[in-house]
């Protein structure tokens, strides 16, 4: 049976702890009471024998029963064990008390013997049950409250001792009766630790120890890293009882401490080691961190010598007893966390009990090597300590090399920690034993060290040569393991690297290929390479997925083109590191790639989880830089970020009483800087902005607005009167309510937004833009291409996660400037021209007309824009109207809303030297999912950032797919099929339409409607939309193929032909041909047959239709329901004429 896992928070932990803590207490509280009761009726001279015989009695049983307590913990259950235990502490401090009375010196060190014995049948009990009750994770936080509070309770059973003496004033038997009630209690804890199960061990329990011991001690050396551990661990127990003892004697002999001082003393040492473990814990933050081992020898060697000298001081004694200690615990809790990690589960009592011989021999020991040194060698305390520090230094030495994994992850704990913070998802994924080849992208230099540090296993990078015989650095990956390759190798050198990490393999070891072979230069995935088919191929190991999440943009990227000798813009920044399921060892780069995709969804939802609602990052943004451009338009309007920030937390307020009481809000204004102000203000003021596609007919309008709920619309006054609309009681304008704000006012708040922190004006002047990530930013009404508008709903998390992929990938800086002339009704113009600016960080020029090229134009060279987003029909009026010097800042022109065909981004690069860029997207992905982005040459590496006629690659944090459109398996490489989008930027779903957004998300999957295909560099290419193709004769043809071939053979890049299809009754469907074509439609048409079209894909002469014009949308896009609707009407008028 399976039981439950609990945190370190849960009442059944916390009575585990308490449990245990209470038993530290008495152990040391009764130990150390009988020691000074000892000594003080005995002779001076006989003391350092008391103490040493009182030691020897309590550990030697850890030597003798802990093999029994192993064998018992792996047999039966835990819960119940504790419990027996605890009744069996409550009987010996019963007859402890008993011995006290009689003052009987033999006695009192039978009854210590005895408690040994429960103390050594306990330990393996409580830290075998830890990772049973706890999830990984939390095991070394698990390990290190357990830690803190065993010592606190030797601290406190230690000072209670020094008390209860002084305070008895020979009554001792009156102190007894303290142990009994601790025992009690602990007794009565033990019943509320969760029930874990018996794991049902096959031991037997053996009488002859020796050989018990010796058959468990070979049986752990077959994991050799967990027996070194254990070993490390014995040592640290040895100097921990020559310090408890030693301690004694220097008080007594060197400070002339009375009973009460030398309590304090050994109590500073046991409070050190508990907040050391207890740090420890807090510092490996879900995971064994094995560095922090090296710290703490360090400290003991340290503090070791320093103790040497300190004895003149109390006060500095007390220090380095304390600094001692706490370096104690930073080097024991990691140790320990270690050994119940990897140790297999049905092993682990055994091994811990074995740990405890050993660590209990190292106390013996310490008996032994006190009387040697005190006793024989005739060595005062301090020179003791001087000895111990001299020790340590060898022994730390040694365990540093036969265990090189604590060297390296002392190396790898900066980056991993304090440079970045480390976040792991499917660390389980990772077999804790045996071989498995881990496949990660690669996006800086220290790729390998964060995955170090998110491993608990050591691991085998293939390293490029060059940097593995860095001069500085060729010691640690030699002694990381890493294996060094080159592609400039001959192939038999390149054979042997790999023929290496395979060997690595077959002996059960991890070993980590980055499959794209370099550095992204851009932040993008790169092509995989097949290297590592040639590693595991014939081998029965699994390939692990791996994923780096919030890498780029931070030191040792390639980001702005160098990755080194850049300030760091914060330290502690979250990264993600991603394990996947396990893949067969014959999987195919493309599904490696795809899981790689599928990791990085999830991971973005991290970097998402940290960011505020859209309105309150914008003023963020605007708090740190109050002064930079932010936005203006074709009016003459300019706003730094302070006053658009000010300017529209003045308008919110200004709303306040007119908005009404309906969430929605509607907007109606062409893109300016009153549009961004609207949108932004409605924001501000706990509602949903609605922008509303006022090219619609003011019917669509209404019917739009209705749907949304929504009472008032923020509406321009201009365009009101241009269009021609009945004013009504729904419209507020926004030129009159911009009239009524009062500049002092304005001023006040402007102040107040400027010198208040962020957090105070949450809670004031912004409380209401605080709103979940998940609640609504906006809906917008999709274009209605296809039929009528539905109402997308985009929350705050949807659009963030847009805006952090592009600016990931374009690297936008505070001086780009971007031309925004698509409306905020367009969900490219709402994320990327109004939220993307105010929240990056760089300015936007407004214009309400995108085919004014000639304003367009003059816009652009005034305000040197350097980014141009619209549609490839606005790219044609531009190339028409736009001279190349209005255009010579630009660097990234980006379109989208229909297929860029070649012959026009062949002309707009040749006429203005920038390369268009398709992307793709829709309503539904809020809106962008893949584009293509600039190619990248830095220090003589190209990669190669787009592709020719494709819509580029999936976004980070978005995962794309091909499905057969029937059966929704998946298809391989080049194989055209339904795409699906997955990802944080797929939508919420439609505006009140369960049933319809059901049937378009799928497991996640927003089913997007289009056919496309995926090549072997992950770019995307999309043949047409599923509606666009028409099924003849069985066959599906796609219409846009036929028009591409159209405007080819035409030699035009304005959109001229527009493919559709009518019913037809022999073949099911027939391709239609709407156009505006002026020329010889005659010689087109032979063109078109002698093009090597195929036969069914031709259409029939009789179905081109001649229009005046081609049905547009608002956003630059054919109309297609209205297309489809004329085709059939014009050839059904044709037939009927026939």
């Known amino acids: 049976m399976d039981y439950k896992k609990i945190g370190t928070g849960d009442a059944g932990f916390i009575n585990l702890l308490a449990t245990q803590a209470l038993g530290a207490l008495n152990d040391n509280a009764f130990k150390v009471f009988v020691t000074l009761m000892a000594a003080s009726l005995l002779p001076m001279d006989q003391t350092a024998k008391v103490i040493a015989a009182a030691g020897f009695a309590f550990v030697f049983p850890f030597i003798i029963f802990s093999s029994f307590a192993g064998t018992l913990a792996d047999k039966y259950s835990k819960r119940s064990l504790i419990i027996w235990l605890k009744a069996a502490e409550l009987a010996l401090m019963v007859a402890g008390l008993a011995t006290i009375y009689y003052k009987s010196v033999p006695f009192m060190v039978t009854v210590l013997f005895f408690m040994g014995i429960h103390s050594a049948l306990f330990g393996p009990v409580k830290l075998a049950v830890i990772p049973e009750l706890l999830e990984e994770k939390d095991i070394s936080h698990g ?40 025992a009690a209690i602990g007794l009565a804890s033990s019943f509320f630790v969760p029930e874990t199960g018996a794991r049902g061990s096959q031991d037997k329990f053996q009488l002859n120890v020796a050989a018990k011991i010796i058959a468990d001690l070979r049986d752990l050396r077959g994991y050799e890293s967990v027996y070194r ?19 004694l004697i220097y008080g007594k002999e060197l400070m002339n401490a009375k009973d009460m001082t030398l309590s304090v003393l050994q109590a500073v040492v046991a409070l050190g080691i508990g907040l050391g473990s207890f740090v420890a814990g807090r510092l490996s933050k879900n995971r064994v961190e094995l560095g922090l081992v090296p710290l703490g020898a360090f400290g003991l060697v340290l503090f070791s010598l320093t103790l040497a000298f300190s004895f003149g001081s109390a006060v500095n004694t007390s220090v380095y007893l304390f600094l001692l200690g706490f370096s104690g615990g930073i080097f024991i809790l990691p140790l320990t966390a270690f050994v119940q990690y990897r140790s297999p589960r049905e092993k682990l009592g055994k091994f811990i009990a074995v740990g405890n011989v050993m660590s209990f021999t190292g106390v013996l020991l310490a008996s032994g090597f006190l009387w040697l040194t005190s006793g024989y060698l005739k060595l005062n305390p301090a020179e003791i300590f001087l000895v111990l520090g001299i020790m340590t230094l060898v022994v730390a030495g040694h365990i540093m090399t036969v265990l090189p994994e604590f060297v390296i992850r002392l190396f790898v704990y900066p980056i991993a920690n304090i440079a970045y913070r480390i976040r792991t998802m499917g660390g389980e994924n990772v077999p804790l034993d045996g071989g498995a080849l881990l496949v990660s992208n690669h996006i800086s230099f220290v790729d390998a060290l964060l995955l170090m540090g998110a491993l608990q296993r050591p691991v085998h990078f293939l390293m490029l040569k060059k940097y593995f015989n860095a001069p500085v650095m060729k010691w640690f990956f030699k002694m990381a393991g890493c294996i060094p390759i080159a592609h400039s190798d001959g192939p038999h050198a390149i054979a042997n690297s790999l023929n290496g990490a395979r060997a690595a393999l077959e002996d059960g070891d991890l070993v980590c290929i980055f499959i794209e072979g370099e550095i992204s230069r851009h932040g993008q995935m790169l092509r995989f390479r097949h290297g590592y088919e040639r590693i595991v191929k014939g081998l029965s190991v699994p390939i692990i997925p791996v994923h780096l999440d919030g890498v780029w943009g931070r030191l040792f990227t390639f980001e702005g083109g160098r990755a080194l000798f850049k300030w760091p813009r914060d330290l502690g920044y979250p990264v993600t590191v991603s394990f996947g399921a396990p893949m067969p060892s014959d999987t195919e780069p493309s599904k490696i790639r795809f899981a790689m995709q599928d990791l990085s969804t999830r991971a973005f939802g991290n970097r998402l989880a940290e960011k505020l609602p859209l309105p309150l990052a914008f003023a963020q943004e605007a708090k740190k830089h109050w002064f930079r451009f932010s936005m203006s338009d074709s009016s003459g ?46 924001a501000l003021a706990g509602k949903t902005p609605v922008n509303l596609n006022y090219t619609n007919t003011h019917e669509t309008i209404l019917a739009c607005a209705q749907k949304a709920g929504i009472e008032k619309m923020l509406v321009s006054k201009k365009l009101a009167e241009k269009m021609g609309w ?111 600016p105010l929240i990056v960080g760089f300015g936007v020029i407004y214009h309400y007309n995108p085919l004014d090229a000639q304003t367009v134009g003059r816009l652009a060279e005034r305000n040197k824009v350097t980014m141009l987003l619209g549609t490839p029909g606005f790219l044609v009026a531009y190339i028409r109207r736009v001279e190349p010097k209005q255009f010579k800042w630009l660097r990234l022109v980006v379109v989208g809303a229909e297929k860029l065909r070649e012959e026009i981004a062949a002309a707009f690069k040749e006429k203005y030297g920038v390369q268009a860029l398709e992307g793709y ?14 190619d990248v040459d830095i220090d003589g590496i190209r990669q190669k950032g787009g592709k020719a006629g494709t819509i580029g690659r999936p976004l980070p944090g978005i995962a794309m797919k091909v499905v057969n459109p029937d059966t929704f398996e998946e298809l391989g490489v080049n194989t055209p099929g339904l795409l699906l989008v997955k990802g944080p930027n797929v939508m919420k779903g439609y505006l009140a339409d369960e049933g319809k957004t059901a049937e378009v998300i799928r497991d996640g999957y927003y089913i997007t409607g289009d056919i496309a295909a995926i090549d072997d560099d992950g770019f995307v290419t999309i043949t047409d939309r599923l509606s666009r193709f028409s099924k003849i004769a069985g066959e599906m043809v796609p219409h846009i193929k036929i028009e591409e071939k159209l405007h080819q053979l035409a030699g035009i890049i304005d959109r001229t032909f527009a493919v559709t299809a009518a019913p037809d009754a022999k073949r099911g469907e027939r391709i239609v041909v709407l156009h505006t074509y002026a020329g010889d439609l005659d010689a087109l048409y032979g063109q078109l047959g002698n093009s090597g079209l195929p036969n069914l894909w031709m259409p029939d002469k009789k179905s081109f239709h001649k229009l005046a014009e081609l049905p547009m949308l608002g956003s630059g896009k054919l109309d297609m329901a209205k297309t489809k609707k004329m085709a059939v009407e014009m050839e059904a008028a044709g037939a009927t004429a026939g």
């Open 143 to 182: 390990n290190g409250l357990m830690s803190m509070l065993s010592f606190l309770g030797i601290i406190l059973g230690t000072a209670a001792a020094g008390v209860l003496i002084t305070v008895v004033n020979g009554n001792y038997h009156l102190g007894a009766l303290f142990f009994i009630a601790v």
């Open 229 to 247: 551990s254990l070993m490390a661990g014995a040592y640290f127990w040895f100097v921990g009882a020559m310090f408890q003892m030693n301690i």
């Open 921 to 934: 997207g829709c309503t539904e992905l809020s809106p962008a999912a893949s584009l293509n982005t600039p």
């Open 637 to 682: 309007k300019k706003m730094t970020l302070g006053t658009a920030l000010t300017a529209s937390v003045m308008l919110s307020r200004a709303l306040e009483t007119v908005l009404g009481r309906a969430p929605n809000v509607g907007i109606i204004i062409p893109p300016s800087c009153g549009g961004a102000l609207a949108n932004i203000a409605v």
């Open 726 to 836: 009945p004013v009504s009681e729904k419209m507020i304008f926004i030129e009159d309510v911009a009239a009524g704000i009062s500049k002092i006012d304005a001023l006040g708040v402007a102040l107040t937004l400027f010198f208040t922190p962020l957090f105070a004006l949450r809670k004031s002047l912004l409380r209401k833009a605080d709103a979940p990530l998940s609640d609504t930013a906006t809906i917008i009404f999709t274009s209605g291409s296809t039929g009528d508008p539905k109402g997308v709903m985009l929350s705050h998390s949807n659009i963030h996660a847009n805006i952090e992929a592009m600016a990931q990938i374009y690297q936008m800086t505070p001086a780009d400037r971007l031309l925004g002339v698509l409306p905020f009704f367009h969900s490219f113009g709402y994320t990327v021209t109004l939220w993307l």
